[in-house]
Nanobody, 126 residues
Framework: QVQLVESGGGLVQAGGSLRLSCAAS????????MGWFRQAPGKKREFVAF????????YYSDSVKGRFTISRDNAKNTLYLQMNSLKPEDTAVYYC???????????????????WGQGTQVTVSS
C-alpha cells in the first residue's frame, strides 16, 4: 500500500523559505513521477510542480517558477519542495502526489495522480 507523508510546513514571513519533504513507502519510489499540489481555503487544488522518476525533468506552474525547486532522493524514498521568496498567496495546504502507473510521465491535472499525502500547512504572513 502506497503511503505518502508530508512534513516541513509552518509559519513564515513573506520573503522567507521553507523546505517540504514527502516520505514515500509501499512500492519502488524511484520508478514513478511525483508531484506537488496545493489548496488554499475555498479554492481548487492547484498544481505546483512535478518531477520524473530519475529527476531528469521537472515542470513548474508559472506562479512558482523561479522561486520553488522540486527534487527527489531515490535512495531515501523522499520528495522535496524547496520554497524561496515566499509570498502570502503561497499560503495553502501542500500535498505530494503519485500516479498509479510508472508509465505516467507527469502532468498538472490532479486527476492524473492516484495517491495523496495528508498535506502540510504553509502559512506566509505579510
Amino acid at each position: 500500500q502506497v503511503q505518502l507523508v508530508e512534513s516541513g510546513g509552518g509559519l513564515v514571513q513573506a520573503g522567507g523559505s521553507l523546505r517540504l519533504s514527502c516520505a514515500a513507502s509501499g512500492r519502488t519510489f524511484s520508478s514513478y513521477t511525483m508531484g506537488w499540489f496545493r489548496q488554499a481555503p475555498g479554492k481548487k487544488r492547484e498544481f505546483v510542480a512535478f518531477i520524473t522518476w530519475s529527476g531528469g525533468s521537472t515542470y513548474y506552474s508559472d506562479s512558482v517558477k523561479g522561486r520553488f525547486t522540486i527534487s527527489r532522493d531515490n535512495a531515501k524514498n523522499t520528495l522535496y519542495l524547496q520554497m524561496n521568496s515566499l509570498k502570502p498567496e503561497d499560503t495553502a495546504v501542500y500535498y505530494c502526489a503519485a500516479p498509479d502507473s510508472s508509465s505516467y510521465l507527469g502532468g498538472n491535472d490532479p486527476h492524473g495522480y492516484d495517491y495523496w499525502g495528508q498535506g502540510t500547512q504553509v502559512t506566509v504572513s505579510s
